[in-house]
């Protein structure tokens, strides 16, 4: 039933669309063997257009899809209808006589939605055309056969938490293949399969939007919805398909935090120095991110005077630390408040704040050991200069703050008391001279005084912590006579702390006035009366209050050949009198007496040298007596130190050098041995030429076979050159060559051939080591000259 219908409707779609066509087409006569002009021709004999078919169609024949029909067709059986173009004789067939058309097959839109095919209509005897080709199209009609699909599922989105309704997520989009121009194949409407109540589709656009407000992330962060389209318009019958949208709700700061707990508790030890952590708060925050970092504050005076807190590297964590050192004697507890702030706030969300939270904090303070405190931070002490030792300096006290009644010992820092100078009495802490102290010599003494605070263990035997320590637990401490430091056992629990005492020696007047130098003038022998021949300083070694003033005076009477004139600023003018030096050789020399102001009055008294000149009428120096230029041109003490030092370092590198050479010498000779080793000495030197009287032959030591018979006598030792000479032979007649000679011997080890004859002016000898010049022995010439050779 279901194919009469299809086949019905193919009917009616192509003989609806039949039509004659306007388009003026020419004849041909001669095509029918007729001749005469052509004829032009009004209308187009075929009665067809188009024709459709169903896609997707397949019966058990082929579907009759439309018919071509001719004007010419008389129905004589003499017309033949061909078929050319897309699918023609395979998709589709028609039949020659009729011109049905016919598919074969099934056929898919979405594959080829029309064939484009040409028709004629033919002579069926001859094949003559008819009727020119003409073009016709097949279209395939659509049906719903393709389900919509997402090319671009699944989705994934984000969306703020607390959002408002409709707040706009994402955008989905579906395809159907089918054709969108024909029924509602193609026409889509979205829903939601899934993820309602909190999200909704716009059923044509497909943007999915919140449905409900004030979703929270910290409740649920996380949500798939199922997104469904389905063709036809959504009716019943449509083909559908589905996307997944996961849905992710970002963060924001709409949560304050909140400390897990209202009271905080912590102890910390009284020792513990500023920066020291304490503890960590955390106030939690759902939040994440910026919008969880918190920033913490104490609220209280009392707690931020002693503790500070700070946030974190992350910024969640608030770190209590210690501020200010701490005392368990003055206060063991502290309470205050923190607070928690979020550092970001987004204004859209103050509704729900405010965002900070406050937890009360309590720190307690743990007692701990402490070193005895001393009741000064410095200590400054005075004592005079020259006092006997054992004279009181001052005194130090410290006490221990944990135990009052525990006992502190007393003792001074070695290194700071190099020349022990001081000691301190162990338990008054009372520090006394110990050598007599003076001022000029050092004004300041910087002391280092431990006080150290000692249990049962150590009250009875004490000896500060300062040296090395024992090495056998049983061995008893010992105490230094001033009380230094000795040793300290090694389980000891002694407290020690340490203290700065300055102790600065006052003057005393101990040090008569001097002369700033020594002055040795000279004055002209014309020179007028009065005159000043040189302006005298004194220097007084003590402090400036006791030599403020110092005093001059020089000879006094009618005889004084110079005044002296005391300026009262430290300086004294040397005046020539109204009475005029006798000129003499030897310099005058003037005593000048000074004393300073203080208590008591000490002086002094000191000598100028003034040598009398013959001057230039421009007053430079012409000539002066012996003694006077002697004493005035002369080399200063200084310049004779440096010449005889001189001198004697001359003298010195000249004794050095003595001595070398001699060692040298020295070391050239070497003890004789009775065990002669192989030994080959070379000397090499330049011969005379004729005028050389004292060349040896050496022939001999060439070879020793050839050596002169020995002289009767006792057996010579072969081992040590002899000492003596032998005579030599006459030298034959004729120019003397010119020598190069080359001394040399061989000694043999043991018994071996009797050695060469050695030239005596070697002068050597045999030891094991080589060969030196033996005494009493007779020397050897070394044979017959060698020939010179050419330069």
């Known amino acids: 039933m279901w194919g009469l219908v299809r086949l019905l409707l193919a009917w009616l779609g192509g003989w609806g669309c039949m039509g004659r066509l306007a388009a003026p087409a020419r004849a041909w006569a001669g095509s029918r063997g007729h001749p005469g002009p052509a004829l032009l021709r009004t209308r187009r004999s075929w009665v067809w257009n188009q024709f459709f078919v169903i896609e997707e169609y397949a019966g058990p024949e082929p579907v009759l899809i439309g018919k071509l029909h001719s004007d010419v067709d008389r129905g004589e059986g003499r017309t033949k209808y061909l078929l050319t173009g897309e699918g023609a004789g395979t998709v589709f067939v028609i039949d020659e006589a009729t011109g049905n058309i016919h598919v074969t097959k099934s056929l898919d839109r979405e594959e080829k939605a029309q064939y484009v095919l040409l028709a004629q209509a033919v002579d069926r005897a001859s094949n003559r055309p008819l009727e020119p080709p003409s073009e016709f199209i097949i279209k395939v ?52 399969l899934d993820g309602l109540p909190f999200f909704s589709v716009d059923p044509q656009t497909g943007v999915v939007r919140t449905a409900i407000p004030n979703m929270d992330r910290e409740t649920q962060e996380e949500f798939l919805v199922v997104i469904q389209a389905k063709d036809m318009g959504g009716h019943m019958g449509g083909l559908s398909g589905s996307t997944t949208v996961t849905v992710t709700l970002s963060d924001v700061n709409d949560n304050p935090p909140k400390f897990p707990q209202s009271l905080y508790q912590f102890s910390v030890v009284e020792t513990a120095g500023p920066g020291t952590l304490v503890g960590r708060l955390r106030a939690q925050d759902p939040d994440l991110g910026d919008n969880a970092l918190m920033a913490y504050s104490i609220l209280d005076g009392e707690g931020s005077e002693a503790f500070s807190i700070s946030t974190d590297s992350q910024g969640r964590d608030g770190l209590l630390t210690v501020r200010k050192p701490l005392d368990f004697e003055s206060r063991r507890s502290y309470s205050f408040r923190v607070e928690a702030t979020n550092t970001l706030i987004d204004p859209a969300y103050l509704r729900r704040g405010p965002f900070k939270d406050v937890a009360s904090v309590r720190v307690v303070v743990q007692d701990a050991p402490e070193p005895p405190a001393f009741t000064q931070a410095a200590y400054h002490l005075t004592v005079p200069e020259n006092k006997a030792p054992g004279t009181l300096v001052g005194q130090i006290s410290a006490a221990d703050l944990d135990s009052p009644a525990s006992p502190i010992r007393y003792s001074i820092l070695p290194h700071s008391d190099p020349e022990r100078c001081f000691s301190i009495q162990p338990e008054e802490g009372t520090i006394h001279t110990a050598a007599p102290l003076d001022r000029e010599a050092r004004v300041w003494h910087n002391l280092t005084v431990l006080a150290t605070e000692l249990g049962e263990e150590l009250e009875r035997g004490w000896v500060p912590p300062l040296v090395a320590k024992w090495s056998t637990p049983a061995a008893p401490p010992q105490i230094s006579p001033v009380g230094s430091p000795v040793g300290i056992p090694q389980d000891s629990s002694a407290q020690v702390s340490r203290v700065q005492v300055t102790i600065q020696t006052l003057d005393e007047n101990d040090n008569a006035p001097q002369l700033a130098e020594p002055y040795d003038t000279f004055v002209c022998d014309s020179a007028a009366p009065g005159q000043l021949i040189q302006v005298i300083r004194a220097l007084d070694r003590d402090e400036v209050g006791n030599s403020s003033h110092v005093s001059f005076q020089g000879p006094l009477g009618p005889d004084a050949n110079f005044t002296v004139r005391d300026n009262r600023d430290g300086s004294a003018s040397l005046l020539l009198p109204s009475r005029p030096a006798p000129p003499r050789q030897a310099p005058y020399l003037v005593p000048i007496e000074l004393w300073d102001w203080g208590q008591p009055a000490l002086s002094s008294t000191a000598t100028v040298t003034v040598s009398v000149c013959r001057c230039q009428p421009d007053g430079s120096v012409a000539s002066c007596w012996p003694e006077a230029h002697l004493s005035a041109a002369g080399l200063s003490t200084g310049a004779l130190l440096a010449i005889i030092t001189c001198m004697g370092a001359l003298l010195a590198l000249v004794v050095l050098f003595v001595a070398l050479r001699r060692q040298k010498q020295e070391a050239l000779m070497v003890l004789e041995e009775e065990d002669v080793r192989e030994n080959i000495i070379t000397y090499d030197d330049e011969g005379g030429g004729e005028e050389d009287t004292e060349a040896f032959d050496i022939t001999a030591l060439q070879n020793p076979d050839g050596a002169a018979p020995q002289a009767p006598g006792p057996p010579t030792r072969r081992d040590v050159l002899p000492w003596a000479r032998v005579s030599r032979q006459p030298r034959p007649p004729g120019p003397r060559p010119t020598w190069r000679s080359s001394w040399c011997y061989a000694l043999t080890q043991g018994r071996g051939p009797p050695p060469a004859r050695l030239p005596s002016s070697l002068g050597i000898r045999q030891t094991e080591a080589g060969a030196v010049p033996a005494r009493g022995a007779p020397a050897y010439d070394c044979g017959p000259p060698l020939p010179s050779t050419p330069p």
């Open 141 to 192: 009609q659509d049906i719903n056969d393709n389900p919509p699909i997402f090319p671009l599922g699944p989705y994934h989105a984000t969306v703020p938490e607390m959002s408002n309704v409709g707040t706009s997520v994402i955008q989905v989009t579906a395809h159907d293949a089918d054709d969108p121009s024909y029924g509602n194949s193609a026409k889509l409407v979205y829903t939601v």
